[in-house]
């Protein structure tokens, strides 16, 4: 009588994590979020190039990119805590987007470099932390405070996307400010302190 043989069982061994670096060739699109969590790094390439950020822990450069006007876009200020951002050097201006209403403070955006615009979204409210990179700030649809006075360079805060104001902006106390407001109705229900 022939004995069947068993062979034991094999264990089930997950494979080791590969986190992928990518580098971009300009004006391209990258999706950086839960359905690629293994892309950590990213590099951009020859301008114009648009990054969506959606996990922790990423690292995005525009370092080498001599054009810029790259868009970067998060949904929350959870993200920025533990991205680093650097942005890229040329005459265009790099865009940091947060897409999420929050109230974002001076320390927010300490991973954050070489990025000239700042967006924000619905009523959000920011404070810029000294030696920001932000050269402009963009309030969001309703209305929030706009805080530029530890700002050590000249500094645009743009609340015209509010039509009825009621938005708080402060200049800053070191370097000249613009306001941009989107009509009188707006100038005369806001608070606005221009400081230097």
């Known amino acids: 009588m022939n004995k069947k043989k068993t062979l034991p069982k094999a264990k089930a061994t997950k494979p080791p994590k590969v986190f992928i670096s990518e580098t971009m060739s300009g004006g391209q699109l990258a999706a950086m979020g839960p359905k690629t969590p293994l892309?950590?790094?990213l590099y951009g390439g020859a301008g114009f190039d648009t990054v969506i950020a959606g996990n922790a822990n990423q690292?995005?450069?525009f370092a080498g990119d001599?054009?810029?006007g790259n868009l970067i876009s998060v949904p929350s200020s959870k993200l920025l805590a533990t991205d680093t951002i650097i942005g890229g050097g040329g005459g265009n201006s790099d865009i940091l987007q947060i897409t999420g209403a929050g109230k974002y403070g001076p320390g927010t955006f300490s991973k954050v470099s070489g990025v000239e615009e700042l967006s924000l979204s619905g009523a959000s409210s920011v404070t810029l932390a000294s030696g920001?990179?932000?050269s402009t700030v963009i309030g969001g649809s309703a209305p929030g405070t706009l805080n530029a006075s530890g700002s050590?360079?000249?500094v645009t805060i743009d609340s015209s996307k509010v039509?009825?104001?009621g938005d708080t902006l402060i200049g800053?106390?070191?370097a000249p400010t613009t306001f941009i407001l989107s009509n009188a109705a707006e100038l005369k229900a806001s608070v606005i302190n221009a400081t230097a």
């Open 132 to 134: 920001s990179s932000f």
């Open 39 to 41: 892309i950590t790094s």
């Open 163 to 165: 039509l009825k104001g």
């Open 152 to 154: 050590t360079t000249p």
């Open 66 to 68: 001599s054009i810029g």
């Open 59 to 61: 690292y995005i450069s």
């Open 172 to 174: 800053s106390t070191q």
